[in-house]
């Protein structure tokens, strides 16, 4: 089965254990837990009919406590990069590590979640931020951990920009078959 | 038991286990296991003699790319994994972390249980996140509250500031005593809720309540340089963390005065902001600068970047707007620079943005220096004029005096009382342009000037100040600075642009909300004649505007017939007869003579159309009137019945009685002034003294 690492980036509180434990295991606890270290959950979907295994490496959220080691990154496949729609500082960070990735792995694909969507009438963010970067070409989703919203689509989203890459490339890249 | 198997099941009870590399990913266990490992990777797991640790931890996987470099370059000290959690076959969790090492000449790699020590790591890094995000809730909370204030002092005092104009207005004019006590009233009221709101403010935000009344208190000063240098070393070590040194500017030189406006904690508030600021867009190995220098009468205090500079195409303006961010390079929730601006402005200062001609950003604020701003409250209180205060029995006697008037009775002299020989009649009345986009600050300066004699037009842009000025002549326009679609300056600069070519010179007065030096230095650089600023008092309104035109008259190159227009406010009635009619004295008798006969009914047709509504007839009866009055000059008395004319054309009567009363009023002046040339035995070389006009309450908008 192809193996497809994934890692959730972004600042502390923006919700990355919540859309993964959402995604994995379909629940969401609205109390706020920090993430220390490194957590790594599995997840089988079917991607273009082919069933692939997601690693999913919930990295603690980088704050002045703690920075995110690169050697985490390491062999990654793609990223969520994870924003707070209400904190708009969480997008400095988001931008900051995701300017960090770019530079330590080249052409890994990535979607940039605005999440906490269910409070958009809080966002600090502007509205029209999906569009900004979307215009980029950046892959932007709004999600929420809370209703369920477009998190299935995140990583559904991601994973097929995944396998794309691996498969427009010669080499199988860093997936492993078990 | 040997030493060495002590100490390995010592070990193995406080949690660790011991693997030996052997190479490629294969591990030898030494010494016991530690129960958890068991319970994480299988029991299998302690039965084998090598293991590939990599299968059971796919972050273990991962670190062992970076322990395996270690081994190999055989370093000192040891490679750490950082933490993780492993998730056991039932679902448990179990807090790990990893160290490769060389212990007695062999590669090791120790996995560590700290559950221990988890839960309390867990338990501060909660709080201290906990914390912080309360933090930032607070600030948010308290970023709102500052804003609602901050509306409150803008917003609801900008409407008080115009009605307690409309009172002075009122105060200005004539008006029986009991109207009179009820402006006096409402004048008190209006101060009252002035103080209410300000008392609010002081319960609410000492801050802002003291910035309210700024102008009134003694303002703090601060030593620029002094917070410079402060800031300097509070933002050093997060500059060095980032690469980029931060420094204070070397021209900057300690022995001279640097004291402004202002007080240290928000100087510092303010400097951090733009640091802040600086920090965020300023690329590692590059210099950020922070100085002071002098400009005129401010202290101008800098942050220089080397970053990307401002983004382009959008105004610097934009920067400090409240939630603004700067495009694709955003900055936290937009309100630091927004809190910066508030603060600068409510000195007296100004703030802003540029991109250097060097490359980076220079984001500045300049304060009054504290010694100007001394010099200038003493020159305040110097000039301050007392507030003029309106004497009902003197009011009402004149008022009484004008009724009389109308029912043709001559003016006659009376002493004007203090209030109101500050309002006295300019001595010269002037076609003045308001152009403010704000309707109440429009009318509440038209209105003032028309109490003054002069007679106005109001217009909202830039736009309309150059139409109004192609289809006639003002002596001055009073421009406000900010204006939508064209501002004050420039359509100033539009007109003066024009006037290369036209030789001529428009005298032009602005008006802006903000007092600073630079505020004026701007109006003068797109080349106004002077600046006032509002709430403006209007004897310093009349004093301006009319020296200006009386500048721009000696200043503006035009011939002298070219000033004698239609409206012209110059020639009395005897001079303009004398003028028309070469002096022929029977003639002007004779117009006199058909003119007093035929008047009234003209104007007794315009009042019986008017209270019948029909505008044809108004129209067409005030046109005639029109030429009929234009005989004798009386360019009032021609504006009013060619307002008339323009309303009964158009269909609109909305404000036709005003203006008739307007025309009544002008025509028993011009009637006083025929019956007193006809009744002259020498009229050509005793003219007929000008008749003072009454002030009069008009409708906006008309020019006169």
């Known amino acids: 089965m192809i193996t497809q690492k994934i890692c959730m980036l972004g600042s502390f509180s923006v919700g990355k254990t919540s859309l993964v434990r959402r995604f994995v295991e379909r629940i969401f606890f609205d109390k706020y837990h920090t993430t220390i270290g490194v957590k790594v959950d599995k997840k089988t979907v079917p991607v273009n009919n082919t069933p692939v295994e997601l690693a999913l490496w919930d990295i603690y959220g980088e704050d002045d406590y703690q920075k995110v080691k690169m050697m985490y990154l390491r062999g990654m496949h793609g990223y969520l990069l994870v924003v707070d729609g209400t904190r708009r500082q969480t997008l400095d960070v988001a931008l900051a590590l995701n300017d960090k990735v770019t530079q330590t792995i080249r052409d890994v694909p990535f979607v940039l979640l605005l999440n906490k969507c269910d409070l958009a009438d809080q966002w600090e963010i502007e509205p029209d931020t999906d569009k900004t970067y979307a215009a980029k070409g950046w892959q932007v989703l709004r999600t929420s951990a809370k209703t369920g919203e477009n998190v299935d689509e995140a990583f559904s989203q991601l994973s097929l920009a995944m396998l794309a890459k691996m498969n427009s490339t010669s080499s199988p890249g860093e997936s492993r078959s078990t | ?704």
């Open chain 2, 1 to 704: 038991m040997a030493p060495d198997h002590i100490l390995e099941s010592f070990l193995a009870k406080e949690g660790f286990a011991l693997f030996e590399h052997l190479g490629n990913g294969v591990f030898r266990p030494i010494g016991d296991f530690p129960p958890w490992l068991a319970r994480t990777w299988g029991a299998q797991f302690e039965r084998s003699a090598t293991v590939r640790l990599g299968q059971h931890s796919a972050f273990l996987e991962n670190f062992l790319v970076d322990a395996e470099e270690f081994w190999k370059a055989k370093k000192d000290g040891s490679a750490n994994s950082g933490n993780w959690i492993e998730r056991g076959e039932a679902g448990d969790q179990t807090p790990l972390e990893a160290a490769a090492l060389w212990l007695d000449g062999r590669p090791v790699l120790l996995i560590r249980n700290f559950l221990r020590s988890f839960g309390e790591q867990k338990q501060w890094l909660q709080t201290a996140r906990d914390s912080l995000l309360a933090h930032e809730q607070l600030v948010r909370e308290i970023q709102k509250k500052e804003i609602l204030l901050h509306c409150i002092i803008h917003d609801l005092s900008q409407p008080l500031s115009a009605m307690r104009g409309c009172f002075n207005c009122l105060t200005a004019g004539d008006l029986p005593a009991d109207l009179g006590r009820y402006v006096d009233l409402g004048q008190r009221e209006s101060q009252r809720q002035e103080q209410m709101i300000r008392g609010i403010l002081e319960a609410f935000s000492g801050e802002l309540a003291g910035q309210m009344s700024g102008a009134e208190k003694a303002a703090d000063t601060v030593d620029l340089a002094e917070r410079a240098r402060h800031a300097v070393e509070s933002f050093s070590a997060a500059f060095r963390g980032k690469g980029v040194h931060l420094q204070l500017d070397p021209a900057l030189d300690p022995s001279r005065d640097w004291t402004s406006i202002g007080d240290a904690p928000r100087v510092d508030r303010i400097f951090g902001n733009l640091l802040e600021n600086a920090m965020r867009y300023t690329p590692r190995g590059t210099a950020v600068t922070l100085g002071v220098v002098e400009k005129g009468n401010s202290l101008l205090a800098f942050v220089d970047d080397e970053g990307p500079g401002l983004p382009k195409g959008e105004p610097a303006d934009k920067l400090f707007m409240l939630f603004a961010k700067g495009k694709d390079r955003p900055g936290k929730a937009g309100l630091g620079l927004y809190f910066c601006k508030m603060t600068v402005e409510r000195w007296g200062g100004t703030i802003g943005a540029e991109t250097r001609s060097r490359g980076g950003s220079r984001f500045w604020f300049s304060l009054p220096r504290a010694q100007s701003l001394a010099t200038a409250s003493k020159n305040a209180a110097a000039n301050q004029t007392p507030p003029a205060r309106r004497l009902p029995a003197q009011g009402s006697q004149e008022r009484g005096l004008l009724e009389k008037g109308s029912k043709h009775q001559p003016a006659k002299e009376t002493a004007t009382p203090p209030a109101r020989r500050n309002l006295a009649q300019a001595e010269k009345a002037l076609r003045i342009l308001v152009a403010d986009d704000s309707e109440i600050n429009r009318e509440l300066a038209m209105e003032l000037l028309k109490t003054r004699g002069h007679s106005t037009l109001g217009v909202s842009d830039g736009h309309q100040v150059i139409e109004a000025l192609k289809k006639q002549r003002f002596d001055v326009v009073l421009m406000d600075e900010e204006m939508p679609e064209m501002g004050g300056l420039e359509a100033t600069r539009a007109i003066r642009k024009a006037e290369l070519s036209s030789g001529q010179h428009q005298a032009i007065i602005g008006l802006t909300g903000n007092a600073t030096k630079e505020d004026e230095e701007e109006c003068l650089k797109a080349g106004m004649d002077g600046f006032l600023s509002k709430p403006f008092d209007m004897h310093k309104l009349f004093q301006t505007l009319e020296s200006a035109a009386l500048g721009a008259s000696r200043i503006a190159s035009e011939t002298p017939s070219a000033l004698k227009t239609p409206d012209a406010p110059a020639e009395d009635v005897a001079a303009h007869l004398q003028r028309t009619t070469a002096g022929n004295e029977k003639l002007i008798r004779s117009l006199i003579k058909s003119f007093l006969a035929d008047a009234p009914k003209k104007l007794s047709a315009i009042r019986q159309a008017i209270s019948r509504k029909n505008a044809e007839t108004v129209g067409s009866a005030a046109h005639a009137l029109k030429g009929a009055v234009a005989i004798f000059g009386a360019p009032h008395a021609v504006a009013s019945a060619r307002n008339l004319e323009s309303m009964g054309r158009a269909g609109n009567l909305a404000n036709a009685v005003q203006e008739f009363q307007a025309l009544e009023a002008e025509l028993q002046i011009l009637e006083r002034q025929l019956r007193a040339l006809n009744a002259a035995p020498r009229p050509k070389s005793k003219p007929a003294r000008p008749a003072r006009r009454p002030r009069r309450k008009t409708p906006t908008g008309g020019a006169r």
